[in-house]
């Protein structure tokens, strides 16, 4: 039977009423619930956050973040947010996720990108109230699986709040007044009237848990007393399970939670209600949930993880594996989640088309060294070319070298080819005299235009690899397109070159670099200075010739591909700090981020000049000093 019209038509509406999200529902990105019903239906389901974790991870950030300096705040994903937090001497990434399969809050190990060109509302939100500010405290309301960071920025306090509570979880920015500024999920009246979380609406907690079939809010299992306990429990049946019976009747209880304590009580997760005494319950609830050390934990079976603890796991009845902090178990359960490359799949095609480039040329090059001879060996090929015309006389037909002692400093030993006549072998020796000869004179530009261009091809490959963003992939690929390297479905364009010393670079010899690159990035000292860094071959040509005064200091990391880096001094000799900052991010944006390291050439910007008729980007420097810096991305 065929599709009619009022088929398609009730497919239509089941489309619409399945995969659109409602308006009212979100800022974040389209398509975020379509996702978020795609994870419910497809991924495994981990262990939950749980109050404990949610209490291991308030100590560890009490421990190695508080009056830690926000620097950077990205989003990795539809339903997370990032901050990078410089402490303690290091940078951190905060993660918080409001995902309903892997919500957390955590110190993530790995380093966070940003998944989207534009940032969501709530982004443009954190990053005007938070960048910038410390981080003066982190509470955890009650044992609810809710963190709040209180943020104070230009002298005003801000508090960030993670409720991670499954589907219903959510990152909210709030004011001193508890005013909502922006949410990652934002809910209107028609979808929770008791929670409207709204910009300018004010915040109100999630209700608090009661025990089942009442209004009276569960126990604090931190206070509550044997006695206060037996009453709650009497309201049970004595066959009750005592795990189901702790989930009941004290906050902050999950149902592994509660296992975990029947186990450790009777070795059985199922043990009933009258198996255990209060007084032995209440001492190992603590023990758990607030111990002296956390001790987080991970079960594995058959090299899986099958379940995951902020205490050492026994109720799977297997030895679980100890780590040394929350955060690593939680990097270790959900690891790379947040952090996959959303541009991989760019990336990888425009890297492979650069090494392919990389590797014509490299070949083209190893050649043309193979061709050049020493001056030394050029002059022995026509020495021994005359050698054999004056003792022509004495070389016999089939003879097949010339040995000369007479009249020389050193004996010479000359092969010749007993095939060919004195005079033959002379010409022979002449004409590779000569080719090596016009070798010497032709090869090194040569050369030199294919190290030019492997040059220029290991600053794209540092530009690929640290893009964090679509249009930073476009322009490396429009610079490729312009410096006349052919890539997949596009052909190049080779730049037309200006009149005048060295020639200005104009992408595809149309416009000029100003008004077609993304502006460069743009950092300030600790002495008020402001350091410029290109992420491309355009940016740094604007950064190096456009944007550069003579007295300007440039920096580039030495012997490496890397960013051009310029500290702008307004005419002054800049403090040290400042140039040691600059030179510092000068190496983070090399090839050598991951070294301990890195010797950075600085000079003034004055004797930076262009390579004539070369690539974009690559220049030439006189008078250079070189410092050793540690790279860092925080100024």
């Not at 966070?112 to 955890?140: C, H, I, N, W």
């Not at 080819?417 to 005299?433: I, K, V």
């Not at 051009?564 to 090399?590: C, F, M, N, W």
């Not at 050598?592 to 980007?617: F, H, I, L």
């Amino acid at each position: 039977m065929a599709f009619d019209a009022t088929t398609t038509a009730a497919v239509a509406d089941e489309l619409r009423e399945r995969l659109m999200p409602s308006p009212a529902a979100s800022d974040a990105q389209p398509g975020a619930a379509v996702a978020d019903e795609l994870r419910e239906r497809l991924m495994p389901t981990p262990a939950a956050s749980d109050a404990t974790t949610t209490a291991a991870v308030a100590d560890e950030m009490r421990e190695r973040l508080l009056q830690g300096r926000v620097d950077k705040i990205v989003q990795p994903s539809a339903l997370s947010v990032a901050l990078m937090v410089r402490a303690g001497g290091a940078n951190h990434w905060l993660l918080l996720s409001a995902d309903p399969r892997h919500a957390r809050i955590c110190l993530s190990g790995e380093r966070l990108a940003r998944a989207f060109d534009e940032p969501s509302p709530f982004v443009m939100a954190l990053r005007k109230y938070l960048e910038g500010g410390r981080l003066d405290e982190v509470t955890q309301p009650g044992h609810d699986r809710i963190l709040r960071l209180r943020f104070r920025t230009r002298g005003l306090p801000v508090s960030l709040i993670g409720e991670v509570m499954g589907k219903h979880s959510n990152i909210i920015l709030v004011d001193d007044k508890d005013t909502t500024l922006g949410a990652v999920k934002l809910v209107s009246a028609a979808i929770n009237r008791y929670r409207v979380i709204l910009p300018r609406h004010p915040y109100v907690p999630p209700p608090p848990p009661t025990q089942p079939g009442t209004d009276r809010p569960k126990l604090d299992p931190l206070t509550v007393t044997p006695q206060e306990l037996s009453m709650a429990f009497a309201g049970f049946a004595a066959d009750s399970t005592l795990a189901d019976v702790l989930v009941a009747v004290l906050a902050g209880v999950s149902p592994q939670l509660g296992k975990e304590v029947a186990y450790r009580l009777t070795g059985n997760v199922s043990a009933s209600l009258q198996a255990a005494g209060t007084p032995n319950v209440l001492d190992t609830v603590r023990a758990l949930m607030a111990p002296r050390t956390w001790q987080p934990s991970i079960v594995y079976q058959d090299g899986r993880i099958v379940d995951w603890a902020a205490y050492p796991l026994r109720q799977h009845g297997v030895e679980p594996r100890l780590y040394t902090s929350i955060s690593a178990v939680l990097d270790e359960v959900y690891g790379g989640l947040e952090s996959r490359d959303g541009l991989e799949p760019i990336r990888a095609g425009l890297r492979a088309v650069v090494e392919g480039h990389r590797a014509r040329l490299n070949k083209k090059a190893q050649s043309l060294r193979s061709g050049l001879r020493e001056s030394e060996e050029i002059d022995k090929l026509r020495r021994q070319g005359e050698m054999v015309l004056a003792f022509a006389y004495s070389i016999e037909p089939g003879q097949t070298e010339l040995r000369i002692e007479d009249g020389v400093d050193e004996p010479l030993t000359i092969s010749l080819d007993p095939t060919l006549s004195a005079a033959e072998n002379a010409q022979r020796l002449f004409h590779r005299y000569r080719k090596a000869r016009d070798a010497a004179a032709k090869i090194p530009p040569l050369l030199e235009q294919a190290e030019d261009e492997l040059a220029f091809l290991d600053e794209a490959l540092v530009y690929i690899e640290q893009a964090d963003s679509a249009q930073a992939l476009k322009e490396v690929k429009d610079d490729l397109l312009a410096a006349g390297y052919n890539l997949p479905g596009e052909r190049a364009q080779p730049p037309k070159q200006a009149k005048g010393k060295g020639g200005a670079y104009h992408p595809g010899g149309k416009q000029a670099p100003r008004k077609t690159a993304s502006p460069a990035l743009s950092f300030t000292t600790s002495d008020g200075l402001e350091v410029l860094v290109g992420r491309s071959a355009r940016q740094n040509e604007i950064v190096t010739f456009d944007l550069a005064s003579g007295g300007d200091l440039w920096f580039h990391a030495r012997g490496m591909p890397g960013s051009h880096v310029v500290l702008k001094s307004g005419g002054r000799t800049p403090p040290d700090r400042s140039i040691e900052q600059a030179a510092a991010l000068a190496a983070y944006y090399s090839r050598g981020r991951q070294s301990t390291t890195v010797p950075v050439d600085v000079v003034p910007a004055r004797q930076v000049r262009r390579v004539k008729g070369g690539k974009p980007g690559l220049v030439r420097i006189s008078g250079e000093r070189t410092v050793n810096v540690r790279p860092r991305a925080d100024v």
